[in-house]
T-cell receptor, first 110, second 114 residues
Framework: KQEVTQIPAALSVPEGENLVLNCSFTDSAIYNLQWFRQDPGKGLTSLLLIQSSQREQTSGRLNASLDKSSGRSTLYIAASQPGDSATYLCAVNTGNQFYFGTGTSLTVIP | DTGVSQNPRHKITKRGQNVTFRCDPISEHNRLYWYRQTLGQGPEFLTYFQNEAQLEKSRLLSDRFSAERPKGSFSTLEIQRTEQGDSAMYLC????????????FGQGTRLTVV
């Protein structure tokens, strides 16, 4: 069974800092990996999708990398802003379902 | 198309009552997923449909839970004889299997069983 772990569980940074969120998974047989943002009490917003054949994907200040063989992905956020405060979830798609980590709760302090 | 739509957004029910939630996916998407999320946890898989066929169900989906997707369009998730442990956020997602398979989630239905 696929297991997804996210580290750290919580992170607090001052505005303007660059930061890295980590995601690891146990089975490298994946179709893709997706990063989501979740605000309190809300649904999930898709941030980036990386196909299993890709190494990296970028959108604005966000950059996600994937090393399938080692079972790792990172989400890099550049020049963090208070509006980035949310929980960030990674999800691994095995073809039949998405396996989620428990998320990293990010607080960006103005 | 405005994305995945879920109704109702909130539901409070008494223990033992039945509840039904609805999900309207993005129109061209052939896959529809149901997930459950409790506070501080990541979403947990319940079931998924490809078109109208229910292809997989989690063991979390007890016999009190049933899901349908008639005609491969909207889907309903029914919980019979609700229990306090059913209190959670129920999330629906859709994707197009065979293309990039990016999943899009709705805003969820928050269920509180009292």
């Amino acid at each position: 069974k696929q297991e997804v772990t996210q580290i750290p569980a919580a992170l607090s940074v001052p505005e303007g800092e660059n930061l890295v969120l980590n995601c690891s998974f146990t089975d490298s047989a994946i179709y893709n990996l997706q990063w989501f943002r979740q605000d309190p009490g809300k649904g999930l917003t898709s941030l980036l999708l990386i196909q299993s054949s890709q190494r990296e994907q970028t959108s604005g200040r966000l950059n996600a990398s994937l090393d399938k063989s080692s079972g790792r992905s990172t989400l890099y956020i550049a020049a963090s802003q208070p509006g980035d405060s949310a929980t960030y979830l990674c999800a691994v798609n095995t073809g039949n379902q998405f396996y989620f980590g428990t998320g990293t709760s990010l607080t960006v302090i103005p | 198309d405005t994305g995945v739509s879920q109704n109702p957004r909130h539901k409070i029910t008494k223990r033992g009552q039945n509840v039904t939630f609805r999900c309207d996916p993005i129109s061209e998407h052939n896959r529809l997923y149901w997930y459950r999320q409790t506070l501080g946890q990541g979403p947990e898989f319940l079931t998924y449909f490809q078109n109208e066929a229910q292809l997989e169900k989690s063991r979390l989906l007890s016999d009190r839970f049933s899901a349908e997707r008639p005609k491969g369009s909207f889907s309903t998730l029914e919980i019979q004889r609700t229990e306090q442990g059913d209190s959670a956020m129920y999330l629906c997602a859709s994707s197009f299997w065979g293309r990039d398979t990016e999943a899009f989630f709705g805003q969820g239905t928050r269920l509180t069983v009292v």
